[in-house]
């Protein structure tokens, strides 16, 4: 077991000055740290940096984050990839308690940094590394365990470690967002090159005890999650589950079923390569005057139900780079010209489905000379649309269960966004 542990752990400021250190075995002179920034930089000169640097018997294995290094120091060969998981996890967990980790979130936070080193890691050895549970014994206030060592939260004992006993709410609640993200992009003439969608599944979850949680999707598109349908036009790929889901019971009878964490998380993400005819069709027209103006024309359709109104529509058209003194007519929103990016956003709060907008785009083009064409980098619309999502997904049921027996309400709510 010796294999994997880190003798020493340092947070350094960018010059290499330690600003916290924990020992954790003793057997590497804490005094090593100081050859490390030595090595970095004349490694970054030759050009030959990589994650673990050696100076006479000591490995030391590094990230930087913000105006931070964080160093593990260790004479064994240790399995690396061990220590490199663990020095992101400080960084996770530390972020998760100051917020933004840097030199100053490590100055103002000695102590909780110090209890929460020594809960990360037990004698070179990483432990809980879960934030959710941590929090629970290692209070914000951070000056001092109220617990003691001697109590190890019901968690750790628990075998659901990312959900702690004991949670208490008035109102059992569980909201359920599904948020799907098309990413299209057409060509200039108007075919389609790419077209995809990115689903999550987000849950919020106020829910008392311990209650296990089963979603029903509907069958299809499952089926076909399962590879068991019989008509394949849906194939969702890449389906991510949260740790808490029941892989065995989703491979047997493709139920969902989890004791979710508490707050907020990501149930699962999938994606699906579909040909989904764009929600928003554009279609532009670039007329060059005398060379010296140009006027951009471009057409906007909802193409989604009338009932459905996509929201904050922006729609971003490229403009030749030496463009100046626009002009713009719309009939709805509002235009304005970013020449740092050559693009003219249009904005739509409100575009009900089946409704047509236009914009006109008045340029000059002071050099005459940009005669050629700039060839024409393609228009990016971005929108959100509630109460829809494209892949046709839905939750058909959310039962919960608890051994107390209360009434709980789940909430769905459905958006698609642009990519």
């Not at 089926?223 to 047997?252: A, I, P, Y």
Request: charged share 25%.
């Amino acid at each position: 077991a010796g294999a994997m542990a880190a003798s020493a752990l340092f947070i350094l400021d960018l010059k290499g000055k330690p600003l916290i250190s924990r020992s954790y075995k003793g057997d590497v002179g804490l005094g090593e740290i100081e050859h490390f920034m030595g090595v970095l930089l004349q490694r970054e000169e030759e050009g030959t940096l990589t994650p673990v640097l050696t100076y006479g018997h000591v490995h030391f294995l590094w990230i930087k984050h913000a105006n931070l290094y964080l160093v593990a120091t260790t004479k064994k060969n240790g399995n690396a990839s061990l220590v490199f998981s663990f020095l992101y996890k400080v960084v996770e967990v530390f972020c998760e308690y100051f917020k933004e980790l840097e030199e100053e979130s490590i100055r103002d936070n000695f102590v909780i940094i110090y209890e929460l080193l020594d809960e990360l890691m037990d004698f070179g050895f990483p432990q809980t590394t879960d934030s959710k549970i941590l929090q629970e014994y290692i209070t914000q206030e951070g000056n001092k365990l109220d617990t003691g060592k001697s109590r190890v939260p019901t968690t750790v004992t628990n075998a659901v470690s990312w959900r702690s006993e004991g949670i208490r709410y008035k109102k059992n609640e569980v909201f359920i967002d599904v948020i799907e993200s098309v990413n299209l992009l057409v060509s200039a003439n108007g075919s389609v090159v790419l077209s995809e969608v990115v689903g999550t599944i987000k849950l919020k979850v106020f829910l008392s005890g311990m209650p296990e949680l089963r979603l029903g999707l509907n069958d299809r598109v499952l089926f076909e999650l399962t590879g068991r349908g019989k008509n394949k036009s849906v194939e969702l790929e890449d389906v991510k589950f949260h740790q808490c889901v029941r892989l065995s019971r989703f491979d047997n009878d493709r139920t969902i079923s989890f004791i979710p964490p508490d707050g907020d998380f990501e149930l699962m993400s999938y994606r699906l390569h579909t040909q989904v005819k764009p929600l928003i069709w554009i279609e532009s027209i670039i007329e060059k005057f005398s060379h010296s103006r140009v006027e951009i024309m471009v057409k906007a359709k909802g193409q989604f139900k009338k009932q459905s109104v996509a929201n904050g529509v922006e729609i971003a058209v490229p403009v030749p780079s030496d463009a100046d003194s626009p002009k713009f007519k719309t009939t709805v929103g509002s235009a304005r010209y970013l020449p740092e990016r050559n693009v003219v956003i249009w904005s739509i709060k409100s575009f009900p489905g089946g409704k047509e907008h236009l914009m006109r785009a008045h340029f000059g083009l002071p050099s005459v000379e940009k005669e050629e064409e700039e060839g024409r980098p393609p228009i990016a619309v971005r929108f959100e649309l509630p109460y829809f999502t494209v892949s046709g997904i839905q939750v058909r049921y959310m039962k919960i269960i608890e051994k107390s027996g209360y009434q709980a309400l789940p909430w769905v709510r459905y958006i698609t966004q642009s990519g």
